[in-house]
Each structure stands twice: as C-alpha cells, then as structure tokens.
T-cell receptor, first 109, second 114 residues
Framework: GENVEQHPSTLSVQEGDSAVIKCTYS??????FPWYKQELGKRPQLIID?????GEKKDQRIAVTLNKTAKHFSLHITETQPEDSAVYFC????????FGTGTSLTVIP | SAVISQKPSRDICQRGTSLTIQCQVD?????MFWYRQQPGQSLTLIAT?????????ESGFVIDKFPISRPNLTFSTLTVSNMSPEDSSIYLC???????????FGQGTRLTVV
C-alpha cells in the first residue's frame, strides 16, 4: 500500500494563529488528497480535498496546497479557533485511501 | 453526505470467539472498505469489500482472520475471528461514491476483547 508520512504529530497554537500540517506520499499514481478532522469519540469528517490537477484549494479559513512533483501536500488553517482542536489526518489514494499518522492540534484560547 | 450505518456500536467479547460487524450504505455508494483504528492511532485499511467476490486484503491482514462479505452493493460484513486482546480496536466501515470522491465513515464499532 501507499506510504504516507504526516508531520507534526502534535501541534499547539494560540487562538488566532495559523497551523500548518504536512504530508508526503510515495505512489505517484495517487491523484486524490483529502483531509479529515476527527474529534474525540467521533468518526472522521472531510474538511477539504484536492485533486491532482489542482495546485491549491481554499475554503474560508482552510486551504490545501499540493506539489505532485515532490509528492507532498499541506493543510493550512488560518485564524485558528478553539473548536479547531482535534486530530487531523491526511489521506492519499486512487481506489483505496491510505491515511497519514495524524496530527493532534490544540488551539489555546 | 452518504448514509452509512454500522452495528454494533460496541461489544465486549471473550478471547477465542468471533464477532461480525454489519455495515449498510445508501445506494449511491459504490465502493466499500473496512478500516481499523487502534486507540490514539491512525486508520489502517484492512480490505476493500468487493461485491459478490472475495475481498482484497492489505498487507498484514488475511481472510481467515478477517473474513469479509459483500453480497450486494449496499451491505457488507466484517468478522473478527478467534479474537485475542490485540484485536481490541475500533473498526470502521467506509464508503465512497466513486473515484476521486471523499470517503464517508460509519460510526465505528468499539471492540474490547477480554
């Protein structure tokens, strides 16, 4: 299967600051790159995704950038709020999804 | 969003026994998958459930331990066989509507093996 690395594993930011999470992958055939947010005890929920024919996508405070040549993509959250505190997973795939190791984000009020 | 219903939501089982988890998805879902998420860890793909044929297993997972059925497009089961405490985990059913689309998840089955 795909090898997906995600960094950092934990991240603490002050409310209002930005947070950046990075993922790298190995299979150049992968062409779909979603990001999921998982709150404690709940199922993962999609927050944003990007396809391989696009370099950047933004949705309000959340953006994702993709460098397919270098096989890495990043999640950017601006103006962080306490409710952004959760575990974030990147995923990579074509048929199947393979998930990164996760980043526990804490936004300090 | 796709509707994915999974049951049971949790169970406590004796070692050596088996548990079957059921997953029902809506008719727009074409692809179904099973994941395992151990406490504090990421999601690990167990297998792709193929309609009417044998599931496609990921490295480290075998059919004898995790038999999967998908008799029709909208229903799948995962059995955890001959359980040991190491099988204690959350098992998640997932569905997609096609390639390049998001994965939706069931609410998960929290399994504890004692």
């Amino acid at each position: 299967g795909e090898n997906v690395e995600q960094h950092p594993s934990t991240l603490s930011v002050q409310e209002g600051d930005s947070a950046v999470i990075k993922c790298t992958y190995s299979d150049s055939a992968s062409n779909y790159f979603p990001w999921y947010k998982q709150e404690l005890g709940k199922r993962p929920q999609l927050i944003i995704d990007i396809r391989s024919n696009v370099g950047e996508k933004k949705d309000q405070r959340i953006a994702v950038t993709l460098n397919k040549t270098a096989k890495h993509f990043s999640l950017h959250i601006t103006e962080t709020q306490p409710e952004d505190s959760a575990v974030y997973f990147c995923a990579v795939g074509y048929n199947q999804f393979y998930f990164g190791t996760g980043t526990s984000l804490t936004v300090i009020p | 969003s796709a509707v994915i219903s999974q049951k049971p939501s949790r169970d406590i089982c004796q070692r050596g026994t088996s548990l079957t988890i059921q997953c029902q998805v809506d008719s727009q879902v074409t692809m179904m998958f099973w994941y395992r998420q151990q406490p504090g860890q990421s999601l690990t793909l167990i297998a792709t459930a193929n309609q009417g044929s044998e599931a496609t297993y990921e490295s480290g997972f075998v059919i004898d331990k995790f038999p999967i059925s998908r008799p029709n497009l909208t229903f799948s089961t995962l059995t955890v066989s001959n359980m040991s405490p190491e099988d204690s985990s959350i098992y998640l059913c997932s569905g997609r509507r096609g390639l390049n689309t998001e994965a939706f998840f069931g609410q998960g089955t929290r399994l504890t093996v004692v």
